[in-house]
């Protein structure tokens, strides 16, 4: 059973950075790929960002490339994600998923588990 714990988001301004973590708490597997969304209200989910787990290759959505970074840990079966010079418009909820693959599967937002969330809030 895949359980995935979201934490680190919070209230910014505009330009900082902040880091997103997401751990497998029951740490009994690591899945093929691990992503980020993020959904604003009364939106769509929206791809941010995904990485496949052995490898490592990363992939992103225009909107974050150059901005925000996505890594893991495979010790402590966590995923990240650094958000760089932050501005208002990413102020939304983010959401952690993982999955056995395709890895199309992961960046449809078709990921079999999925975590709470996590408010981020950019200020002016």
Known sequence: QVQLEESGGGLVQAGDS???SCANSRRT???????????APGKEREFVA???WRAGRTYY?????GRFI???DNAKN????????????????YYCAADG??????IRGESDYWGQGTQVTVSS
């Open 18 to 20: 902040l880091r997103l």
């Open 29 to 39: 597997y690591a899945m093929a790929y691990m992503g980020w969304f993020r959904q």
């Open 50 to 52: 995904v990485i496949t």
């Open 61 to 65: 959505a225009d909107s974050v490339k």
């Open 70 to 72: 996505i890594s893991r």
């Open 78 to 93: 966590t995923v990240y994600l650094q958000m760089n010079s932050l501005k208002q418009e990413d102020t939304v909820d």
């Open 101 to 106: 693959g395709p890895i199309g599967k992961t």
